[in-house]
């Protein structure tokens, strides 16, 4: 099992950046793909993006692509969400999760993933 623990979220102007941390307990943190989702006020919680196990193979969202990046590191068993060029539509909390996985896929559901992070709240104002 992983805990994990998000952190890094706060209030950011219209055009700002922020950096996301997601935190993970355990020896194993290599053995997982690992993603973003997000969910704004009165919408379903969305994908954002997926990064491998090696971080070396990413996915996103057509709506952050180019603006968002994932990265890992394992060695520190934690995975970065550097958010650029943020927009108010980008207001919302924020999740990190785990998938325990031999391959990659670029799973983007929700039930694709094991393990769930409480989440970090981002405010884009205008």
């Known amino acids: 099992q992983v805990q994990l623990v998000e952190s890094g979220g706060g209030l950011v102007q219209a055009g700002g950046s922020l950096r996301l941390s997601c935190a993970a307990s355990?020896?194993?943190?290599?053995?997982?793909?690992m993603g973003w989702f997000r969910r704004a006020p009165g919408k379903e919680r969305e994908f954002v993006a997926a990064?491998?196990?090696?971080?070396?193979?990413?996915y996103y969202a057509d709506s952050v692509k180019g603006r968002f990046t994932i990265s890992r590191d394992n060695a520190k068993n934690t995975v970065y969400l550097q958010m650029n060029s943020l927009k108010p539509e980008d207001t919302a909390v924020y999740y990190c999760?785990?998938?325990?996985?031999?391959?990659?896929?670029?799973?983007?559901?929700?039930?694709?993933?094991?393990?769930w992070g409480q989440g970090t709240q981002v405010t884009v104002s205008s």
């Open positions: 355990g020896r194993t943190f290599s053995s997982y793909v």
């Open positions: 999760a785990a998938r325990l996985t031999t391959g990659w896929g670029a799973p983007t559901r929700q039930h694709e993933y094991d393990y």
């Open positions: 990064i491998s196990r090696s971080g070396g193979s990413t």
